[in-house]
Nanobody, 124 residues
Framework: QVQLVESGGGLVQAGGSLRLSCAAS????????IGWFRQAPGKEREFGAA????????AYADSVKGRSTISRANAKNMWYRQVNSLHPEDTAVYYC?????????????????WGQGTQVTVSS
């Protein structure tokens, strides 16, 4: 089983940026894929971005294309998500999720491990 822990959330003004981190521990295969999702109060979980182990495959939601970058430091079992030009609508709990198979998918039910989430609040 893989454990995931997110960090880097907080309160930021509209137009600002955040760098979220996801630390993984446990048995991580070289095919491991990490995805980032978010969930706002009263809304369904929403895909944000995903990256394959080697970084050769990435996927982004249309809502964040051009203002979000996902990256990884495999040797450290760390993944990152940079989000720029934040809007109040980006306020949510942000989760990283892992799957042991390759392919940067946006389907949440294909991820077997989830972190506890980190709160991001964007003020107007």
């Amino acid at each position: 089983q893989v454990q995931l822990v997110e960090s880097g959330g907080g309160l930021v003004q509209a137009g600002g940026s955040l760098r979220l981190s996801c630390a993984a521990s446990g048995r991580i295969f070289s095919t491991y894929t990490i995805g980032w999702f978010r969930q706002a109060p009263g809304k369904e979980r929403e895909f944000g971005a995903a990256i394959s182990w080697g970084g050769g495959s990435t996927a982004y939601a249309d809502s964040v294309k051009g203002r979000s970058t996902i990256s990884r430091a495999n040797a450290k079992n760390m993944w990152y998500r940079q989000v720029n030009s934040l809007h109040p609508e980006d306020t949510a709990v942000y989760y990283c999720a892992g799957r042991r198979f390759p392919g940067a998918t946006d389907r949440g039910n294909e991820y077997g491990s989830w972190g506890q989430g980190t709160q991001v609040t964007v003020s107007s």
